[in-house]
């Protein structure tokens, strides 16, 4: 069955500080997709980024980046130089069977970052 | 619309009552999507509506939980006969393809007391 663990419940940085947020995913499936999402405190989850298995390229964009390690079954998520409007809850997801849109989300990692 | 529209945005039931939570998508998409969140379980996938296709309604919890979709756009969840742990936040999606970067909705909190 597919399972997200996101390990970290909640990490507290600096402003401008690097963090990571980890991701270790299982599936059963050899074609699946992974997916980040943001949640504000305004609520509203927020779509990041969509991973095909088959693509192992590490991604960025700005300020963001994620490595994709197949091998560790890992997804993680990068900001570089953080700022306050960082803060959020952060959840990782794999898609579920074979529908592609259904997913699994972890239970989110807390991001607070101060100024 | 320009995002996901979710009515009520907060909605306060008396346990035993029926409730219906609505769903407007982003104009075009033919993907549908229900999640619930709350404190103890994090995200909880529901239903799925694809264009014509029979909806997956393998995450509803009990059959007290229903959904239909309207016209191919308006959906609207119905709970019947609310238990205090149906309290949560329901969250509609809508995606282009089923693809699964969707666009959610500021969802409905819903308390049963």
């Known amino acids: 069955a597919q399972k997200v663990t996101q390990a970290q419940t909640e990490i507290s940085v600096v402003e401008k500080e690097d963090v990571t947020l980890d991701c270790v995913y299982e599936?059963?499936?050899?074609?699946?997709?992974l997916f980040w999402y943001k949640q504000p405190p305004s609520g509203e989850l927020v779509f990041l980024i969509r991973?095909?298995?088959?693509?192992?390229q590490n991604e960025i964009s700005g300020r963001y980046s994620w490595n994709f390690q197949k091998s560790t079954s890992s997804f993680n998520f990068t900001i570089t130089a953080s700022q306050v409007v960082d803060s959020a809850v952060y959840f990782c997801?794999?898609?579920?069977?074979?529908?592609?849109?259904?997913?699994?989300f972890g239970k989110g990692t807390k991001l607070s970052v101060k100024p | 619309g320009a995002g996901v529209s979710q009515s009520p945005s907060n909605k306060v039931t008396e346990k035993g009552k029926d409730v219906e939570l609505r769903c407007d998508p982003i104009?075009?998409?033919?993907?549908l999507y229900w999640y619930r969140q709350s404190l103890g379980q994090g995200l909880e996938f529901l239903i799925y509506?694809?264009?014509?296709?029979?909806p997956d309604k393998s995450g509803l919890p009990s059959d007290r939980f229903s959904a239909e979709r309207t016209g191919g756009s308006v959906s609207t969840l119905t709970i019947q006969r609310t238990q205090q742990e149906d309290s949560a936040v329901y969250l509609c999606?809508?995606?282009?393809w089923g693809a699964g970067g969707y666009t959610f909705g500021s969802g409905t909190r819903l308390t049963v007391v």
């Open positions: 997801a794999v898609n579920y069977g074979g529908s592609q849109g259904n997913l699994i």
């Open positions: 991973r095909n298995s088959f693509d192992e």
């Open positions: 999606a809508s995606d282009l």
């Open positions: 599936t059963r499936d050899t074609t699946y997709y």
């Open positions: 104009s075009g998409h033919t993907a």
């Open positions: 509506f694809q264009g014509n296709s029979a």
